[in-house]
């Protein structure tokens, strides 16, 4: 279980920095005009759920480490 939340954390911590890097490199910051409220719920959930899977196991893994 803990390898799988370490995996876990680091994959969501990859995945996001991917999603940052495509829209730095394709200038999709400014994503209203392109994707209206579809591209904003997708690209929050493209930041807020690696964060919050990658807190969850780095929570999780410093609680089993204690």
Avoid: C, N, Q
């Amino acid at each position: 279980m803990r390898s799988a939340k370490a995996f876990v954390w680091v994959a969501s911590l990859l995945f996001l920095a991917i999603a940052v890097a495509h829209a730095t490199r394709f200038g999709e910051w400014v994503i209203a005009d392109h994707y209206a409220a579809t591209g904003i719920a997708f690209w929050l959930v493209m930041v807020l759920v690696p964060l919050g899977l990658g807190a969850w196991g780095f929570v999780s893994l410093r609680r089993i480490g204690r």
